[in-house]
């Protein structure tokens, strides 16, 4: 089975910067594409980005220009850049993985929290 372990969360001035890290272990041949989502306080979860093996890439439009996903397939590791960060950005912080195998399924970490001031 595949696993996924987040680091790299934590306390952060606004403006400043942060670099998640999501190491994937396991079956990971089976891995499609990878993503971030983040979940805040009363809020739905929603997708931060995306990247598939190929390193396509796909932002939402609220941290366009401001973040970056970038993968090491040799590592099995998918990052996420942090620039310029808002107040808005604070949430807990979830890889993802689209496995594809004989079945189609996603695998998600146990979560990283990232808590920007003003």
């Known amino acids: 089975q595949v696993q996924l372990v987040e680091s790299g969360g934590g306390l952060v001035q606004a403006g400043g910067s942060l670099r998640l890290s999501c190491a994937a272990s396991?079956?990971?041949?089976?891995?499609?594409?990878m993503g971030w989502y983040r979940q805040a306080p009363g809020k739905q979860r929603e997708l931060v980005a995306t990247?598939?093996?190929?390193?396509?890439?796909d932002y939402a439009d609220s941290v366009k220009g401001r973040f970056t996903i970038s993968r090491d397939n040799a590592k099995n590791t998918v990052y996420l850049q942090m620039n310029s960060l808002k107040p808005e950005d604070t949430a807990v912080y979830y890889c993802?993985?689209?496995?594809?195998?004989?079945?189609?399924?996603?695998?998600w970490g146990q979560g990283t929290q990232v808590t920007v001031s003003s």
């Open positions: 993802n993985a689209r496995v594809v195998t004989g079945r189609i399924y996603d695998v």
């Open positions: 396991g079956s990971i041949f089976g891995i499609n594409t």
């Open positions: 990247i598939i093996s190929g390193g396509s890439t």
